[in-house]
């Protein structure tokens, strides 16, 4: 496990170069070697600009970082059947070929039928300002997104149109994808006009997810605050969800960050005093070998900290002592363990 950066916090002031020194100089001073990328996308078409991607990559080996990830737009699941989303998904997989051809050996992808949802803004600790939302008593009277009436049924479709037909390019160029969900979970059919493909039930959807295409190159961005705050009890309903995808391998990278609340009322905290027990957590990904990114995000903001890197410093700080924490405790147990099968064999 190693910590990981992307773009939720650019160091070098307004406009910055996400592979620019001074972004890059930033996360090395934290202890950060990996980093996440948007796609550089060429307009109005959807094609990575291959020579950028060239670029970025270059950047990062000349500074000692790994572009580890490519984070993909989620254009695609806003289209009906047709030619015009078929031609899309001949051009994502065109995309995972040239993030083979630079060496980056994940893609990831949040499907936003409708825009993230948040409603609320709370005073958290030392004046900052937590994020937060609310089901609304009238959410009935939400206007439509921009993708208009999307049922259950014509949502799924369109998730096992992408997998059946991207999934076997990803394994054959090497390239694993990982789903994001959506932000917030839960959402009560027709809101905005969608039935997201995450609700009612995060763990029943995540599970059937993964079951259209059952292969190593279909998993999952487990963002944590997210799936915290698609349950009713995300202290004791976020543990097994973690086990059962680190155990079939299915977690690709993680945001581990934190909530108060739960289902349809929650605000985003720092990741030490929400519900999760991330420590917990941490250790379930040790005990199933777990290997990718452990990223902060969505770290609450302050009028001093308009860019966020004072939030992030601290949450890059935070996950690096938890990742060395259970890596030291799982050392003891097994020396322990191997002290112990030395006395039984004397005996």
Request: proline residues 6%.
């Amino acid at each position: 496990m190693h910590v990981g950066a992307d773009y939720h916090a650019i160091a070098g002031g307004p406009g910055a170069d996400i592979t620019g020194r001074a972004n890059l100089e930033f996360n090395l001073r934290h202890g950060v070697r990996h980093l996440t990328v948007h796609a550089p996308t060429n307009p109005g078409d959807g094609n990575w600009d291959l020579d950028r991607l060239r670029r970025m990559r270059d950047d990062c080996d000349r500074f000692g970082v790994t572009l580890e990830a490519i984070r993909m737009d989620s254009n695609y699941i806003r289209m009906p059947a047709g030619a015009a989303r078929d031609r899309q998904i001949e051009t994502i997989i065109d995309n995972i070929r040239k993030a083979a051809s630079v060496g980056v050996g994940l893609i990831t992808y949040h499907w936003t039928m409708i825009p993230i949802r948040r409603n609320r803004q709370l005073a958290g600790r030392g004046g900052a300002l937590y994020q937060g939302f609310r089901l609304e008593r009238d959410w009935r009277r939400l206007p439509a997104g921009e993708a208009g009436r999307v049922s259950s049924e014509e949502y799924w479709e369109r998730i096992r149109y992408f997998l059946t037909r991207v999934v076997p390019a990803a394994a054959e160029y090497g390239v694993r994808l990982a789903c994001h969900p959506y932000d917030p979970p839960g959402l009560p059919f027709g809101y905005q006009g969608v039935d997201n493909w995450d609700s009612p039930d995060i763990f029943a959807a995540i599970r059937s997810y993964e079951a259209i295409v059952d292969s190593p190159y279909n998993g999952f961005q487990l963002c944590l605050g997210t799936v915290a705050e698609g349950l009713r009890d995300p202290r004791r309903q976020s543990l097994p969800l973690v086990t059962y995808l680190a155990r079939r391998g299915k977690i690709h990278q993680v945001h581990m960050r934190n909530i108060r609340g739960g289902l349809h009322d929650f605000v985003e905290v720092y990741p030490d005093e929400g519900e999760l027990e991330l420590f917990a957590i941490m250790r379930t990904l040790r005990d199933a070998r777990y290997s990718g990114s452990i990223l902060p995000d969505h770290m609450p903001r302050h009028p001093d900290d308009p860019g966020g890197l004072q939030a992030f410093a601290f949450g890059y700080g935070y996950l690096r002592a938890l990742i060395e924490a259970v890596t030291a405790e799982g050392s003891r147990g097994a020396s322990a363990a191997q002290s112990a099968g030395s006395r039984t064999r004397r005996i």
